[in-house]
T-cell receptor, first 113, second 115 residues
Framework: DQQVKQNSPSLSVQEGRISILNCDYTNSMFDYFLWYKKYPAEGPTFLISISSIKDKNEDGRFTVFLNKSAKHLSLHIVPSQPGDSAVYFCAARNNNAGNMLTFGGGTRLMVKP | EPEVTQTPSHQVTQMGQEVILRCVPISNHLYFYWYRQILGQKVEFLVSFYNNEISEKSEIFDDQFSVERPDGSNFTLKIRSTKLEDSAMYFC?????????????FGEGSRLTVL
């Protein structure tokens, strides 16, 4: 099941620069998208979400962009900080299965001081 | 800050044994979930629970699995006869209003190792 894909398993960025994490999906019934951050030995922590009726949502250093025609979303973190180093998961909700999230495989972000 | 708590943090069991994983969701939340992550794989949805009944479940959630909210605060996942492939990190989550308006709050997970 590859409905949500994060093609980059890892990303390394210098502190202060922009981190861009990408996510692609195949199911056109997805209508709500979320990004979660996960540290080792902890559960996923919600970061930011976007509804399919929008193309951008911003919260502080985090911005999520949605391109519905390309079935692509991205998370921008700027400026990146060492504390941002974690695994980032993209997740999507199916309009027909309202309380189920489908997760991508995650991207490990390493922010170097 | 309110949080979802899970016990045990790690359980080791023999194949064929029954396991119960426990969760205390955030107190004013109405929707409860179990997800799991097999080592090196994706986080996968197992089941959602609302108003004392299962609202959705995945193909993974077969007859070996059951959920219960026994006392109004705990939310449990039972695996009746564990298999090797049930070894995973199991995450409980809760939300106030379901996914339409809010995100899930996850616990720290219970690691299940089946030998």
């Amino acid at each position: 099941d590859q409905q949500v894909k994060q093609n980059s398993p890892s990303l390394s960025v210098q502190e202060g620069r922009i981190s861009i994490l990408n996510c692609d999906y195949t199911n056109s019934m997805f209508d709500y998208f979320l990004w979660y951050k996960k540290y080792p030995a902890e559960g996923p922590t919600f970061l930011i979400s976007i509804s399919s009726i929008k193309d951008k949502n911003e919260d502080g250093r985090f911005t999520v962009f949605l391109n519905k025609s390309a079935k692509h979303l991205s998370l921008h973190i700027v400026p990146s900080q060492p504390g941002d180093s974690a695994v980032y998961f993209c997740a999507a909700r199916n309009n027909n299965a309202g309380n189920m999230l489908t997760f991508g495989g995650g991207t490990r972000l390493m922010v170097k001081p | 800050e309110p949080e979802v708590t899970q016990t045990p943090s790690h359980q080791v069991t023999q194949m064929g044994q029954e396991v119960i994983l426990r969760c205390v969701p955030i107190s004013n939340h109405l929707y409860f979930y179990w997800y799991r992550q097999i080592l090196g794989q994706k986080v996968e949805f197992l089941v959602s629970f609302y108003n004392n009944e299962i609202s959705e479940k995945s193909e993974i959630f077969d007859d070996q699995f059951s959920v219960e909210r026994p006392d109004g605060s705990n939310f449990t996942l039972k695996i009746r006869s564990t298999k090797l492939e049930d070894s995973a990190m199991y995450f409980c989550a809760s939300s106030e209003q379901g996914l339409s308006t809010g995100e899930l709050f996850f616990g720290e997970g219970s690691r299940l190792t089946v030998l």
